[in-house]
Structures are given as C-alpha cells and as structure tokens.
C-alpha cells in the first residue's frame, strides 16, 4: 500500500500545528496568513475541527484548541514510554549501518547515554547505558551544546549531521543529529559511533549520514515535533 495520505486530513492537522505558547488563540486571518492557506479552506477546515470538538470557536470568531486534544495528550501521557519508541529505532540503525547508535540527553552539566545498541558483528565499541562523559568538541557533545544548551559553538546553524573523528580519541569517530519533541523542545543526541577507520570512509560516501538523518526524522516525529520543525531542521528528507 501507498502513503499518499488524504490531503484535506494533513490541511486539518496542520492547522492544530499552528497553535503554540504565546499564540493560544487566533483568528481565521492569522490561520490563514500562517498556513497559507485561502480564507475559505481555513473556515471549513475549522468548522470540521470544531465539530469534533478540537478546536473551540469564541464570540469573537477567533479559535483556541479544544478538549479533544486534551483527552489525547492524556492518552498519549499514559501510554507512552520513551524506550519503546527509541530502542527499536537504535537497533534498527545499527542494523543497517554495522555501527553503533545511541541516544544522548544532558544530565547535570554532562553528556549520558540513556540508550545504546550495538552492531551484532564487526569491531566496536562498546559502551553500557548510563554512562556519563564531560560536553567534549565531539559530534555528541556540540549537538547537546548547541542545540540543548545554546552555546554558540557555530556562527550559523550546521548542516546535519554532525561529524567528529578523533574529537575523543584518535580511534573513533561518531555522527551526531538533534532530535526534537512536542513544541519545538530539544530532546537528545542520536549518534552512530566506531572506528574512526569505517567512519572516515563512510562519510565520503555520503549512506550513513542520510541513515542516521532519516532515523532522526523518523524519531523526531514519533516524539511529537511539528511538521514545520522538521522540515526546517532535515530539509527534503522530511517531505519524502
């Protein structure tokens, strides 16, 4: 089967996509102007969405976001396990790229590695999760810092990934690219990591760096990041 999608369904949701902190409730103008989108679309989008009550329609004409999201984010709340959604994406990773792939989120000034999935075969290296290493100039560690942190590591934003070979030590070298959660918030660290040798070779070739691009898309959207984000933050890859 295809995954075309239904167009009028993505125009709907978009729109819930548009409401965010310090824009709780806006007029049709301000959704149209935002999205693109014909005033008329808008209203009939809207009238949908209000009568499964996910947006809310004031005196004044202007609309907010209804209960049913709510009911859903609660939902959303009481089922979700950040393992589940991240592990089978790292083993996946590994898999195809006979490379190691891990998850990085700062704790305490450092950086940890809260999940790790090592290749099946090959040379590695290994490393358990709930290590911790100091925010180094590795691939890791300037994700987690520029994108966690704000420090100004770069003058402008980096093309993705990130790519460091003997940052840590001469022997290895590791890819790196931000992942992001529900309104726009910075998440973690994918990496895929090994022998500088295979990794110095891979780059050129340019398969592993769309790999772990891709898988940070991928779990970007299952951690609830807008349509918007990533298309700003993997380019043409999140329109594909």
Known sequence: MGNDGVQAVEKALSLLDIFKPGAESLS??????ASGMHKTTVYRLMNSLERMNYVIRSESGSYSLGPRVLY??????????????????LQALAATTKESASYYVIDHGQRLCLFRVEPSEGLRETRLP???????????????????LGEAVFDTTPELPLFTSGARDQHTAAFAAPIFG?????????TLSGPASRLDAARTSGDVAAQILR????????????????????GDMASR
């Open 28 to 33: 049709l103008a301000a959704l149209s102007q």
């Open 130 to 148: 709930g290590t911790l290493f100091p925010l180094d100039d590795t691939a890791i560690s300037l994700v987690l810092r520029f994108w966690g």
């Open 215 to 234: 898988s940070a898309l991928e779990l970007s959207r299952k951690l609830g990041a807008s349509v918007g984000l990533c298309e700003r933050m993997y």
């Open 182 to 190: 529900a309104g726009e918030k910075f998440m973690a660290a994918l």
């Open 72 to 89: 859903l984010g609660k939902l959303y709340e009481q089922s979700f396990h950040l393992s589940s959604v991240v592990e089978p994406a």
